[in-house]
T-cell receptor, first 112, second 114 residues
Framework: GESVGLHLPTLSVQEGDNSIINCAYS??????FIWYKQESGKGPQFIID?????DKRQGQRVTVLLNKTVKHLSLQIAATQPGDSAVYFC???????????FGTGTKLQVIP | GAGVSQSPRYKVAKRGQDVALRCDPI?????LFWYQQALGQGPEFLTY????????KSGLPSDRFFAERPEGSVSTLKIQRTQQEDSAVYLC????????????FGPGTRLTVT
Protein backbone atom coordinates (compact mmCIF):
# COMPACT_ATOMS: atom_id res chain seq x y z
CA GLY A 1 0.00 0.00 0.00
CA GLU A 2 0.89 3.64 -0.07
CA SER A 3 2.85 5.21 2.71
CA VAL A 4 3.22 8.92 2.83
CA GLY A 5 5.26 10.64 5.48
CA LEU A 6 6.47 14.05 6.45
CA HIS A 7 10.00 14.77 7.63
CA LEU A 8 9.21 17.28 10.36
CA PRO A 9 6.21 17.38 12.68
CA THR A 10 6.50 21.11 13.48
CA LEU A 11 8.01 23.98 11.55
CA SER A 12 8.38 27.49 12.96
CA VAL A 13 9.13 30.35 10.59
CA GLN A 14 9.35 34.10 10.90
CA GLU A 15 6.63 36.10 9.20
CA GLY A 16 7.85 37.12 5.77
CA ASP A 17 10.30 34.26 5.41
CA ASN A 18 9.84 31.38 3.02
CA SER A 19 8.64 28.00 4.31
CA ILE A 20 9.54 24.59 2.96
CA ILE A 21 7.59 21.52 3.97
CA ASN A 22 8.87 18.14 2.81
CA CYS A 23 7.16 14.84 2.19
CA ALA A 24 8.27 11.34 1.16
CA TYR A 25 6.06 8.69 -0.43
CA SER A 26 6.69 5.00 -0.90
CA UNK A 27 4.60 3.88 -3.87
CA UNK A 28 6.48 4.46 -7.10
CA UNK A 29 3.18 4.01 -8.97
CA UNK A 30 1.76 7.18 -7.41
CA UNK A 31 0.97 9.57 -10.22
CA UNK A 32 -0.91 12.42 -8.59
CA PHE A 33 0.00 14.41 -5.52
CA ILE A 34 -1.86 17.00 -3.50
CA TRP A 35 -1.00 19.37 -0.70
CA TYR A 36 -3.74 20.19 1.78
CA LYS A 37 -3.93 22.84 4.50
CA GLN A 38 -6.00 22.17 7.59
CA GLU A 39 -6.83 24.88 10.07
CA SER A 40 -8.08 24.08 13.52
CA GLY A 41 -11.69 22.91 13.48
CA LYS A 42 -11.91 22.76 9.71
CA GLY A 43 -11.60 20.14 7.03
CA PRO A 44 -8.53 19.92 4.80
CA GLN A 45 -8.39 22.54 2.07
CA PHE A 46 -6.79 21.91 -1.30
CA ILE A 47 -3.70 24.06 -1.91
CA ILE A 48 -2.00 22.75 -5.00
CA ASP A 49 -1.58 19.54 -6.92
CA UNK A 50 0.97 18.08 -9.30
CA UNK A 51 0.93 15.14 -11.67
CA UNK A 52 3.82 12.77 -12.11
CA UNK A 53 4.64 14.08 -15.58
CA UNK A 54 5.69 17.38 -14.02
CA ASP A 55 8.46 18.26 -11.59
CA LYS A 56 7.33 21.74 -10.60
CA ARG A 57 4.10 23.62 -10.37
CA GLN A 58 3.48 27.12 -9.11
CA GLY A 59 0.44 28.73 -7.60
CA GLN A 60 -0.15 31.93 -5.75
CA ARG A 61 2.75 32.14 -3.26
CA VAL A 62 3.09 28.34 -3.32
CA THR A 63 5.27 26.03 -5.33
CA VAL A 64 5.29 22.25 -5.31
CA LEU A 65 8.37 20.33 -6.37
CA LEU A 66 8.29 16.64 -7.24
CA ASN A 67 11.34 14.39 -7.40
CA LYS A 68 10.18 11.01 -8.61
CA THR A 69 13.67 9.54 -8.48
CA VAL A 70 13.78 9.75 -4.70
CA LYS A 71 9.99 9.79 -4.21
CA HIS A 72 9.96 13.17 -2.55
CA LEU A 73 7.85 16.27 -2.85
CA SER A 74 7.97 19.62 -1.16
CA LEU A 75 5.72 22.60 -0.65
CA GLN A 76 7.30 26.03 -0.69
CA ILE A 77 5.36 28.98 0.68
CA ALA A 78 6.76 32.39 -0.19
CA ALA A 79 6.57 35.32 2.24
CA THR A 80 4.85 33.29 4.94
CA GLN A 81 1.98 35.06 6.65
CA PRO A 82 0.22 34.46 9.97
CA GLY A 83 -2.75 33.12 8.04
CA ASP A 84 -0.54 30.32 6.77
CA SER A 85 -0.38 28.83 10.26
CA ALA A 86 -2.02 25.41 9.98
CA VAL A 87 -1.24 21.73 9.58
CA TYR A 88 -0.12 20.76 6.10
CA PHE A 89 -0.65 17.30 4.66
CA CYS A 90 0.73 15.79 1.53
CA UNK A 91 -1.28 13.11 -0.21
CA UNK A 92 -0.55 10.64 -2.98
CA UNK A 93 -2.86 8.87 -5.40
CA UNK A 94 -2.37 6.26 -8.07
CA UNK A 95 -4.29 4.58 -10.83
CA UNK A 96 -6.73 7.39 -11.50
CA UNK A 97 -8.62 6.57 -8.32
CA UNK A 98 -9.33 9.08 -5.65
CA UNK A 99 -8.52 7.07 -2.56
CA UNK A 100 -6.29 9.61 -0.90
CA UNK A 101 -3.51 8.51 1.43
CA PHE A 102 -2.53 11.33 3.77
CA GLY A 103 0.70 11.76 5.65
CA THR A 104 0.82 12.56 9.36
CA GLY A 105 1.05 16.30 8.82
CA THR A 106 3.43 19.16 9.54
CA LYS A 107 2.31 21.96 11.80
CA LEU A 108 3.47 25.31 10.48
CA GLN A 109 3.78 28.06 13.08
CA VAL A 110 4.35 31.59 11.85
CA ILE A 111 6.09 33.88 14.30
CA PRO A 112 4.94 37.50 13.95
CA GLY B 1 -22.35 27.84 -4.12
CA ALA B 2 -22.47 26.05 -0.80
CA GLY B 3 -19.66 23.74 0.15
CA VAL B 4 -19.84 20.35 1.78
CA SER B 5 -21.81 20.43 5.01
CA GLN B 6 -21.87 17.93 7.83
CA SER B 7 -24.13 17.50 10.81
CA PRO B 8 -23.97 17.43 13.68
CA ARG B 9 -20.68 19.28 14.13
CA TYR B 10 -20.22 17.73 17.56
CA LYS B 11 -21.63 14.53 18.96
CA VAL B 12 -21.17 13.02 22.39
CA ALA B 13 -22.30 9.43 22.74
CA LYS B 14 -22.20 7.01 25.62
CA ARG B 15 -20.37 3.79 24.93
CA GLY B 16 -22.74 1.34 23.30
CA GLN B 17 -25.00 3.92 21.68
CA ASP B 18 -25.60 4.10 17.94
CA VAL B 19 -24.81 7.32 16.08
CA ALA B 20 -25.60 8.64 12.60
CA LEU B 21 -23.48 11.30 10.92
CA ARG B 22 -24.79 13.16 7.92
CA CYS B 23 -22.97 14.59 4.91
CA ASP B 24 -24.44 16.93 2.30
CA PRO B 25 -22.03 17.05 -0.64
CA ILE B 26 -21.75 19.82 -3.17
CA UNK B 27 -24.70 19.59 -5.54
CA UNK B 28 -23.89 17.55 -8.63
CA UNK B 29 -20.77 15.95 -7.21
CA UNK B 30 -20.67 12.30 -8.19
CA UNK B 31 -18.03 11.06 -5.78
CA LEU B 32 -18.30 11.08 -2.01
CA PHE B 33 -15.76 9.98 0.57
CA TRP B 34 -15.70 9.43 4.30
CA TYR B 35 -12.52 9.75 6.36
CA GLN B 36 -11.70 9.27 10.02
CA GLN B 37 -9.19 11.64 11.60
CA ALA B 38 -7.76 10.87 15.00
CA LEU B 39 -6.28 13.69 17.05
CA GLY B 40 -2.91 14.77 15.65
CA GLN B 41 -3.13 12.43 12.69
CA GLY B 42 -3.93 12.70 9.03
CA PRO B 43 -7.34 11.61 7.74
CA GLU B 44 -7.73 7.88 7.11
CA PHE B 45 -9.90 6.67 4.26
CA LEU B 46 -13.07 4.83 5.27
CA THR B 47 -15.28 4.44 2.22
CA TYR B 48 -16.08 5.81 -1.25
CA UNK B 49 -19.29 6.24 -3.23
CA UNK B 50 -19.82 6.96 -6.86
CA UNK B 51 -23.41 8.14 -7.05
CA UNK B 52 -25.34 5.65 -4.91
CA UNK B 53 -22.87 2.82 -5.41
CA UNK B 54 -20.43 2.10 -2.61
CA UNK B 55 -17.34 1.16 -4.61
CA UNK B 56 -14.87 0.79 -1.78
CA LYS B 57 -15.47 0.17 1.90
CA SER B 58 -12.10 -1.31 2.66
CA GLY B 59 -11.30 1.37 5.23
CA LEU B 60 -14.26 0.74 7.52
CA PRO B 61 -12.64 -0.49 10.74
CA SER B 62 -15.33 -2.99 11.73
CA ASP B 63 -18.80 -4.23 10.87
CA ARG B 64 -20.14 -1.70 13.35
CA PHE B 65 -19.51 0.95 10.71
CA PHE B 66 -21.99 1.31 7.89
CA ALA B 67 -22.37 4.01 5.22
CA GLU B 68 -25.08 4.66 2.69
CA ARG B 69 -25.95 7.11 -0.04
CA PRO B 70 -29.31 5.84 -1.28
CA GLU B 71 -30.15 8.59 -3.76
CA GLY B 72 -26.65 9.50 -4.79
CA SER B 73 -26.51 12.78 -2.89
CA VAL B 74 -26.74 12.91 0.93
CA SER B 75 -24.75 10.25 2.75
CA THR B 76 -24.98 8.89 6.26
CA LEU B 77 -22.24 7.18 8.22
CA LYS B 78 -23.66 5.03 10.98
CA ILE B 79 -21.70 3.60 13.86
CA GLN B 80 -23.37 0.97 15.97
CA ARG B 81 -22.50 0.16 19.58
CA THR B 82 -19.93 2.96 19.75
CA GLN B 83 -16.63 2.32 21.51
CA GLN B 84 -14.16 4.80 22.96
CA GLU B 85 -11.73 4.11 20.14
CA ASP B 86 -14.35 5.47 17.72
CA SER B 87 -13.74 8.97 19.11
CA ALA B 88 -12.40 11.02 16.22
CA VAL B 89 -13.35 13.63 13.66
CA TYR B 90 -15.29 12.16 10.75
CA LEU B 91 -14.71 14.03 7.53
CA CYS B 92 -16.77 13.89 4.38
CA UNK B 93 -15.48 14.99 0.99
CA UNK B 94 -17.00 15.19 -2.46
CA UNK B 95 -15.64 15.64 -5.95
CA UNK B 96 -17.12 16.17 -9.38
CA UNK B 97 -16.24 12.67 -10.53
CA UNK B 98 -13.56 10.06 -10.33
CA UNK B 99 -10.15 10.35 -11.92
CA UNK B 100 -8.01 12.48 -9.64
CA UNK B 101 -10.34 15.43 -9.35
CA UNK B 102 -10.07 17.79 -6.40
CA UNK B 103 -11.91 16.69 -3.27
CA UNK B 104 -13.77 19.30 -1.27
CA PHE B 105 -13.95 18.58 2.44
CA GLY B 106 -16.63 19.41 4.94
CA PRO B 107 -15.82 20.74 8.41
CA GLY B 108 -16.19 17.30 9.99
CA THR B 109 -18.15 15.87 12.88
CA ARG B 110 -16.24 15.50 16.13
CA LEU B 111 -17.45 12.34 17.84
CA THR B 112 -16.62 11.80 21.49
CA VAL B 113 -17.54 8.47 23.04
CA THR B 114 -17.65 8.51 26.83
Amino acid sequence: GESVGLHLPTLSVQEGDNSIINCAYSNSASDYFIWYKQESGKGPQFIIDIRSNMDKRQGQRVTVLLNKTVKHLSLQIAATQPGDSAVYFCAALSGGYQKVTFGTGTKLQVIP
Amino acid sequence: GAGVSQSPRYKVAKRGQDVALRCDPISGHVSLFWYQQALGQGPEFLTYFQNEAQLDKSGLPSDRFFAERPEGSVSTLKIQRTQQEDSAVYLCASSIQGGNYEQYFGPGTRLTVT
